[in-house]
């Protein structure tokens, strides 16, 4: 049969099991974000030889620069953000049999205090971690509007510019065809 602390000390470790699966499910998802980006960066490189017009190499080079600053990002999340150990491994003190019985519902109840705090704290690392990487994307996105303006405005200076005076020179022409009698 087993004790009311025994039964608490179980879900309190089911917990920290939990919260800590989840954090490795994140980092999962940051190593294949990860590995994308870097995937977009070889290829974006790759196109930057193939392309000779600045109106297109410019945008490129930024969006590597974005790709760049993502991973940077994602590694200094990585780092800062620690993670609680399981501490598993102290419920073997439990299974003792030296232990007395008001001993191991004293530890039964410990152990349960702690891996509920050490989920709680591994929980909240998770909320920031997923709070960071969706601020990355979101800077992602930005970055994306911010290039495709610059990409439009360049093509305009490079291309557009540069036969303004024989468009102007045809509009007057229109217009004297149309006012001509």
């Known amino acids: 049969m087993h004790s009311k602390a025994e039964i608490i000390f179980n879900e309190a470790k089911a917990k920290l099991l939990s919260s800590r699966k989840s954090l490795d499910d994140q980092d999962k998802k940051y190593e294949s974000a990860k590995k994308f980006y870097v995937t977009i960066i070889a290829i974006l490189f790759a196109s930057l030889n193939y392309l000779r017009d600045e109106a297109f190499q410019i945008p490129i080079f930024l969006l590597?620069?974005?790709?760049?600053?993502?991973?940077?990002?994602?590694?200094?999340?990585?780092k800062s953000i620690g993670v609680a150990s399981d501490g598993i491994e102290a419920s073997a003190i439990v299974y003792n049999e030296?232990?007395?019985?008001?001993?191991?519902?004293?530890?039964?109840?410990?152990?349960?205090?702690?891996f509920d705090e050490k989920s709680k704290y591994n929980n909240d690392q998770a909320v920031k971690r997923a709070l960071h990487f969706d601020t990355i994307t979101?800077?992602?996105?930005?970055?994306?509007?911010?290039?495709?303006?610059?990409?439009?405005?360049?093509?305009?200076?490079?291309?557009?510019l540069p036969h303004l005076p024989a468009i102007l020179k045809a509009s007057q022409q229109v217009a004297l065809f149309f006012q001509a009698p």
């Open 98 to 114: 030296e232990c007395l019985e008001n001993d191991v519902q004293y530890l039964y109840n410990s152990l349960a205090l702690t």
């Open 64 to 78: 590597i620069c974005c790709f760049y600053h993502a991973i940077y990002k994602m590694l200094r999340i990585e």
């Open 138 to 160: 979101d800077n992602i996105r930005r970055w994306f509007l911010l290039i495709f303006i610059i990409t439009i405005i360049l093509v305009i200076i490079y291309w557009f």
